[in-house]
């Protein structure tokens, strides 16, 4: 996805490399047991887990989504937006990279 987008020697594209991308790859591939910081899950694992804990998504509102995918198409045509079970999916050809949503404490 930098490849197609960013020039390699662009500033921006190695401070997100190194301090996002970079972070995630050593600690998946480098780092075992306990000091391993985060565990790789799917959104829709985080859906059955917040969803067992009581807590429910909020829908994504219509306007926004219909104008990400309108500026997104602007951009490349590679980026994708979508939505499942009001989750907002943001994938590069066809392979969701990001999911993102808003939840709410149901009330017992």
Known sequence: MFDTCLPRDDQQRFLFER??????????IAIEGMKRVERPETYKQWHIRNS??????????QELM???RT??????K????????????????GRTIY???CWFKIRM
């Open 99 to 101: 999911a993102a949503s």
């Open 78 to 93: 590679d980026f994708a937006i979508d939505e499942d079970c009001h989750w907002l999916l943001m994938g590069w050809k």
């Open 52 to 61: 067992r804990a009581g807590i429910k998504t909020l829908p994504l509102d």
């Open 66 to 68: 219909k104008k990400l």
């Open 71 to 76: 500026e997104l198409k602007v951009y490349h």
């Open 19 to 28: 301090e996002f991308y970079g972070r995630e790859a050593m600690n998946v």
